[in-house]
C-alpha cells in the first residue's frame, strides 16, 4: 500500500509538472524572436475583471522599451531627467534590484521621450540600446557596465524617431543595425564590443526593424529589413547573400518572419506585406499584397497563419504561403500590439489600453476576456499612445504605459 500511494504521489507530480511549462522571455519577441511563446498551463479564459495584478511598478522610466525576463529578473529601459538608464526588476515584487545609466542624454520625440529597444539576456549579461545607438553591456546580477559602443561612431544616423532595434546575440556576436555609409548592419565582439565585420556592400540607413537569425542551404545569415530592402547578410564576415527590393515609407517597423526558406515581412503606411522564396542567392516573389498593413503591433506566425493588426482592416489572420485573408475584426478592439502563448493571442489596445484574450485560430475571432489597464500614465506625450508589446514569461503577463510596469498572474 504504501507503494502503491508513493508511486501515484509521483505520477501526480510528474504530469503535473509536464502538463504546465514555464518559459523565459529573454529578448525581443522572445527566445527565439516570434513572439510565440513556447509556455503551456495558462488561463484558457480571464474572470470578468480580468487577471490577477500582482504588482505595479512606477520606478522605471519613460519610454517604450519592453522585457527580457529572465527567471526572477525583469530588464528593461528608461529615461529619466537627464539619462538613459537599463533596470533590473524583481520578478516576484517588482522591486528594483538596480539601475545602470546607459547614456547621459534623453532621447527627445514628440512621439515620446525615452528608449525604444528591449534588452537582451544572455549568460552573465545583458545588452541593450539607447535611443540615440548607445549599445550597453553590463553584468546581469548587478547593473556594473562593462562596455559602450556608439552606433555613430561606426557611421550611423540616429532615425527621426531614434534607435528602435533590439540587439541580437548569436553565439559571441553582437548584431545591431547602425545603418549608413560604412555599413548598414554591424558584428560585435559580445565580451568587448569590438568590432568583428560591417556590411560594407550593404550601407542602407538604419530604420525601427530588428534582426533575425536564420539558417538557409546550410549558410547562418541575419535578415533585416530597411525602408527600401529586404536583405540577407552572411553570419561569418557579413557579405551581402541576397537583397529583394521593398517599397516601405516613413518607417519600417515590423520584425521579419522566417520558415522554410521563406521570409515575411509587413510595414505600414499603406504599404502592405510579402513573402519571398530564398533560392540560391536569389529572393523571388511568392506574394505582395495589402491584408497586412502592419504599422508597429508586430505579426506573429502561429501554425499556417499570420496575426496581427492591418491598418483600414482591423485584426487580420492571413495565410502564411498564400497571403489571402482568412478573417477580419474591425470593431472588437483598436489597434495595437499582440504576442502568443499556449494557444492564446494577447491583444493591446494601443488607444484605450484595452487588453484582450483571444484563441489563436484561424476560424475567427473568438474571445475569452478583457480587462483595461488601470493606472494608465500622466507623462505620455499627446501624440503617444501604449505602444510597448506585450510580453509572457513564467506565467506573468507584462504591459507597459510610460512610467507604469504592470505584472499580471496568468497561471491556470
Not at 522572445?30 to 480571464?46: H, I, P, Q
Not at 528594483?96 to 527627445?108: I, K
Not at 554591424?186 to 565585420?197: N, P, Q, R, S, Y
Request: hydrophobic share 35%; proline share 4%; with cysteine.
Amino acid at each position: 500500500m504504501f507503494l502503491r500511494t508513493r508511486w501515484l504521489c509521483l505520477f501526480v507530480f510528474y504530469v503535473g509538472h509536464t502538463c504546465a511549462q514555464a518559459e523565459n522571455w529573454p529578448a525581443w519577441r522572445g527566445a527565439d524572436r516570434t513572439d510565440v511563446s513556447k509556455e503551456t498551463g495558462l488561463l484558457k479564459a480571464w474572470p470578468e475583471q480580468g487577471p490577477e495584478l500582482v504588482w505595479l511598478s512606477k520606478k522605471c522610466g519613460v519610454g517604450y522599451s519592453g522585457f527580457a525576463v529572465v527567471d526572477e529578473n525583469v530588464y528593461t529601459m528608461g529615461a529619466y531627467k537627464n539619462d538613459e538608464r537599463l533596470v533590473c526588476l524583481d520578478a516576484a515584487t517588482g522591486d528594483v534590484r538596480w539601475r545602470t545609466v546607459m547614456t547621459e542624454a534623453v532621447l527627445e520625440n514628440g512621439w515620446g521621450d525615452g528608449p525604444r529597444g528591449t534588452p537582451t539576456v544572455d549568460g552573465d549579461f545583458v545588452y541593450a540600446m539607447a535611443g540615440n545607438g548607445t549599445v550597453v553591456c553590463a553584468k546581469a546580477a548587478t547593473g556594473e557596465v562593462v562596455w559602450k559602443v556608439s552606433l555613430q561612431d561606426l557611421g550611423g544616423k540616429v532615425p527621426f524617431w531614434g534607435y528602435s532595434e533590439s540587439v541580437l546575440i548569436d553565439g559571441d556576436k553582437l548584431i545591431c543595425t547602425p545603418g549608413g555609409p560604412d555599413g548598414t548592419l554591424v558584428a560585435l565582439k559580445k565580451t568587448t564590443g569590438e568590432k568583428i565585420w560591417q556590411s560594407k556592400d550593404f550601407t542602407d540607413p538604419a530604420d525601427y526593424s530588428s534582426v533575425i537569425v536564420a539558417e538557409h542551404d546550410g549558410v547562418r545569415q541575419y535578415i533585416q529589413l530597411t525602408q527600401k530592402t529586404l536583405v540577407g547578410i552572411a553570419a561569418d564576415d557579413g557579405r551581402v547573400l541576397w537583397t529583394y527590393p521593398w517599397p516601405g515609407r516613413t518607417a519600417v517597423v515590423p520584425t521579419p518572419i522566417f520558415r522554410n526558406g521563406k521570409v515575411y515581412v509587413a510595414c505600414g503606411y499603406g504599404v502592405g506585406c510579402g513573402l519571398v522564396k530564398l533560392n540560391g542567392g536569389e529572393a523571388e516573389e511568392v506574394y505582395e499584397n495589402k491584408i497586412m498593413k502592419n504599422h508597429h503591433g508586430g505579426v506573429i506566425l502561429v501554425g499556417d497563419h499570420l496575426y496581427g493588426y492591418s491598418d483600414g482592416l482591423g485584426w487580420v489572420c492571413q495565410n502564411f504561403e498564400t497571403g489571402e485573408q482568412v478573417w477580419a475584426e474591425k470593431n472588437a478592439l483598436g489597434k495595437g500590439a499582440v504576442a502568443c502563448a499556449d494557444g492564446m493571442l494577447y491583444c493591446v489596445d494601443e488607444g484605450s489600453g484595452e487588453v484582450v484574450l483571444i484563441e489563436a485560430s484561424p476560424k475567427g475571432w473568438n474571445e475569452k476576456g478583457r480587462f483595461k489597464l488601470d493606472p494608465q500614465s500622466e507623462y505620455r506625450s499627446s501624440r503617444g499612445k501604449i505602444w510597448t508589446h506585450p510580453t509572457i514569461a513564467n506565467g506573468k503577463l507584462y504591459l507597459r504605459d510610460q512610467e507604469i510596469v504592470y505584472c499580471f498572474n496568468i497561471k491556470e
